[in-house]
């Protein structure tokens, strides 16, 4: 059974910093993470093809990075500048293409608060 085991989520005050992590347990092409606020859609936040393609919302470029570690399935999310705006539960997700994010992990809730 293919999993996606998500690690980093938190609290943490306007202006910080957190580094979120997501193993997959077989390879996949496309990861990436998503975040749904209370009362508001799941969103792309960023993906990241196993090239090195990435797609990043406009709401976070400039204040997170994508990036990944093909030998551990690993894709990472680091997020800094954090403002309230990005608390939300954040999710990774995995497939094989960025319109074909068929796995889902968990969530971790990030909250940005003083």
């Known amino acids: 059974q293919v999993q996606l085991v998500e690690s980093g989520g938190g609290l943490v005050q306007p202006g910080g910093s957190l580094r979120l992590s997501c193993a997959a347990s077989?390879?996949?092409?496309?990861m990436g993470w998503y975040r749904q606020a209370p009362g508001k859609q799941r969103d792309l936040v960023a993906a990241?093809?196993?090239?090195?393609?990435?797609n990043v919302a406009d709401s976070v470029k400039g204040r997170f990075t994508i990036s990944r570690d093909n030998a551990k399935n690993t894709v990472y999310l680091q997020m800094n500048s954090l403002k309230p705006d990005d608390t939300a539960v954040y999710y990774c997700?995995?497939?094989?293409?960025?319109?074909?994010?068929?796995?889902w992990g968990q969530g971790t809730q990030v909250t940005v608060s003083s």
């Open positions: 997700a995995a497939g094989p293409s960025f319109l074909q994010m068929k796995l």
């Open positions: 077989v390879s996949m092409y496309a």
């Open positions: 990241i093809a196993g090239g090195g393609i990435t």
